[in-house]
């Protein structure tokens, strides 16, 4: 029972403690005269991640909010050097990078680089060494591309996949760069029909490659590619000898250099990641270092082909 007893004083005690106090307060808020401001409450400081706050201002003598503080916008990020940036060249886009903010950790992601345009010391392009488009003989420049149109060697005409060449004068021998107009190169037409063209240069503005491109080609012994598409097809059946593969291709197709028996090498690029059935069968490919990334190897890629095996496959589909 005293113990009950005490517990009930303690209580009273608690609660005339806190009545007196807020009587207190009371009484200060009618009797103050004159506020005294003090030191800002809930003051939050602005990062990079979360607004901020100026804080409240109560008087110290009686407690009244006198003032109520302000938001503060975010910081800005505070941006490190950029990181895997690329210098974009005449043949290829580069990237700006991306950046890590120094505070938040965030990683923004950097933005594409325009081609540059190309550097030309006669009809060569110093950096990349593109020739001014037309048609060549013993590397002299015998007629520009816009001289081709204008004299109706070359027609181009636009279709759903972009500009294309529509037609082209069977008597064009030598080497023929392509006018850096034409987005889409496909050759399945019988008014593209040249038995004398021996080389063709595809320009960087070639977005997709179709699947005949040399199909009314038969003369061509090399391609040159400077444009930057992802996969390669329509040089089956040719008598193509040398041809490059640009880094920015990751699939080859099936049958894509199928027949060519004049082919007795070819670089693949470490970009390739899938070669399809086949891709380079009955070909006259003797050896062929196969990319490390390679992940798919389609059916019969390389059958009747490779005299010497000088793949480093380890992974993927096998034959």
């Known amino acids: 029972m005293l113990r009950w007893k005490r517990k009930l004083l303690v209580m009273f005690s608690i609660l005339l403690c806190i009545s007196c106090s807020l009587l207190e307060h009371a009484i200060a808020a009618e009797t ?45 990020h505070q941006l490190g050097e950029p990181i895997n940036y690329e210098a974009p060249t005449c043949i290829k886009p580069g990237y700006s990078g991306d950046r890590e903010c120094i505070n938040c950790k965030q990683v923004f992601l950097g933005n594409t680089l325009g081609i540059s345009d190309h550097q030309f010391e006669g009809n060569d392009c110093v950096n990349c060494g593109w020739k ?111 041809i490059n593969i640009p880094d920015s291709v990751y699939y080859i197709e099936a049958y894509a250099f199928n027949g060519c028996k004049s082919l007795k090498h070819i670089d693949i690029p470490d970009s390739v990641i899938f070669i399809g059935g086949d891709a380079f069968s009955s070909t006259g490919l003797e050896e062929l270092i196969l990319p490390d990334n390679l992940e798919v190897l389609g059916e019969c890629a390389f059958n009747e082909s490779l005299k010497k095996s000088a793949s480093r496959l380890d992974h993927g589909n096998g034959q």
């Open 132 to 242: 001014i488009p037309g048609f060549y003989i013993d590397n002299e420049l015998i007629m520009d591309w816009d001289d081709l149109k204008a004299n109706g060697y070359i027609t181009t005409k636009e279709t759903s996949k972009g500009t294309e060449i529509a037609s082209m004068k069977g008597n064009l021998g030598g080497l023929l760069v392509i006018g850096e107009e034409i987005t889409y190169l496909d050759g399945n037409q019988r008014n593209l029909y040249n038995d004398y063209l021996q080389e063709m240069w595809i320009p960087r503005s070639v977005k997709e490659l179709g699947r005949y491109i040399l199909s009314n080609l038969p003369s061509v012994k090399e391609c040159r590619l400077f444009c930057n598409v992802d996969s390669i097809s329509g040089f089956s059946s040719s008598n193509l000898e040398r």
């Open 32 to 76: 103050c005269t004159e506020h005294v401001p003090g030191v800002p409450v809930g003051v939050t400081e602005s990062t990079c991640t979360q607004t901020g706050y100026t804080g409240d201002i109560y008087c110290k003598v009686c407690n009244k909010r006198l003032s109520k503080g302000e938001m503060l916008a975010k910081l800005p």
